[in-house]
């Protein structure tokens, strides 16, 4: 009886101590950096995150766009646009309005998240994504 007590206790404490090593997603990571976005396992755009701004770059186009982030929480957050270049207005043809966008990191690991976002007040857009941290 003393044996399986102990098999008992053995497994207990391997459990937890396996529970306690195993790491849990963390969206911190993901509030500032450099990052490389990608749709359906192609490249899409390059950007750069501060606590206050998000700049994004899409080499296809040659649009440069630059946003105010806001968090409202760890893992959603607000993009608010602020300008972007000829090319972008170009591609809009004239439309001036700018809805902005709620952003949700969905899953991820160290280095990479999968995102969903989609405007606010626009039903029918629902973007999703992949983001990889280059620093």
Not at 60 to 74: A, F, N, P, S
Not at 75 to 90: D, E, Q
Not at 100 to 108: K, N, S, T
């Given at each position: 009886?003393?044996?399986q ?32 976005t ?17 700049k994004?770059?899409t ?13 409202i ?63």
């Amino acid at each position: 009886m003393k044996k399986q007590n102990l098999k008992t206790l053995l497994i207990f404490i391997l459990l937890i101590a396996c529970k306690s090593h195993a790491q849990e997603f963390s969206c911190i990571n993901f509030k500032t950096g450099r990052f490389e976005t990608y749709v359906n396992d192609k490249f899409s755009s390059k950007v750069v995150r501060s606590k206050k701004f998000q700049k994004e770059y899409t080499p296809k186009t040659g649009v440069k766009v630059k946003l105010k982030v806001e968090w409202i929480d760890d893992c959603t957050y607000k993009l608010t646009f602020v300008k972007a270049n000829k090319k972008f207005y170009k591609n809009r043809n004239g439309k001036k309005v700018f809805p902005e966008l709620i952003v949700r990191i969905i899953d991820g690991n160290e280095t990479e998240y999968i995102f969903v976002s989609s405007f606010i007040g626009v039903k029918d857009f629902i973007h999703k994504a992949k983001a990889i941290k280059i620093k």
